[in-house]
């Protein structure tokens, strides 16, 4: 089984600050782990993900995340915060095996970047 | 091209009532999932199909919610006898099959279901 953990439902940073978006994961088997972003009444956007090749993954937007299996951890980071990057953001983790391929989501961030 | 798309974007109905809630998948993507978002919630697993066959369906609630793909594209989630708590905006995702099962799912706009 797997799960997802996200840190914070809220978080609010200024606008060119560092964003830190936390994923905390639970898996019985190798994980494979994924960053959505989802902006207000559309669907969701992959951002990045992680698919067990480098621990270290850019994505879009200028995001990126560092699979650290020691911390059980896929924090989503940016090095500087755009108004437009406010929007919902979910971690999900899916199995890597075959048979495991639906993806369990967390309950979602939602990000405010303050002028 | 052509992304994901689901039809209807809204729909209201009433407790009791029938729905069918369509999914258009991405051409050539074999892989089609289905997820519910309730509201301040991430997404909930409900089915996935393979082809046109239903691969995993132990996301679905209960018998009242059932699924179909006959022919492997379109896809097609049916609710009978609606109650007000199966109210959430019904997502749908496809995906093009990869080694490894390193898949992205493709996510449509989502149909937004209220039950009265």
């Known amino acids: 089984a797997q799960s997802v953990t996200q840190l914070g439902s809220h978080v609010s940073v200024s606008e060119g600050a560092l964003v830190l978006l936390r994923c905390n994961y639970s898996?019985?088997?190798?994980?494979?782990l994924f960053w959505y972003v989802q902006y207000p009444n559309q669907g969701l956007q992959l951002l990045l993900k992680?698919?067990?090749?480098?621990?270290l993954v850019k994505g879009i937007n200028g995001f990126e995340a560092e699979f650290k299996k020691s911390e059980t951890s896929f924090h989503l980071t940016k090095p500087s915060a755009h108004m437009s990057d406010a929007a919902e953001y979910f971690c999900a983790v899916r199995g890597s095996n075959f048979g495991n391929e639906k993806l369990t989501f967390g309950t979602g961030t939602r990000l405010t970047i303050i002028p | 091209g052509a992304g994901v798309s689901q039809t209807p974007s809204n729909k209201v109905t009433e407790k009791g009532k029938y729905v069918e809630l369509r999914c258009d998948p991405i051409?050539?993507?074999?892989?089609l999932y289905w997820y519910r978002q309730s509201l301040g919630q991430g997404p909930e697993f409900l089915i996935y199909?393979?082809?046109?066959?239903?691969?995993?369906d132990s996301g679905l609630p209960n018998d009242r919610f059932f699924a179909v793909r006959p022919e492997g594209s379109v896809s097609t989630l049916k609710i009978q006898r609606t109650e007000r708590g199966d109210s959430a905006v019904y997502l749908c995702?496809?995906?093009?099959?990869?080694?490894?099962?390193?898949?992205?799912?493709?996510f449509g706009p989502g149909t937004r279901l209220t039950v009265l």
């Open positions: 051409s050539g993507h074999t892989a």
């Open positions: 898996s019985s088997v190798p994980p494979y």
């Open positions: 199909f393979q082809g046109t066959g239903a691969a995993d």
């Open positions: 995702a496809s995906s093009q099959r990869l080694a490894g099962g390193r898949d992205t799912q493709y």
């Open positions: 992680y698919t067990s090749a480098a621990t």
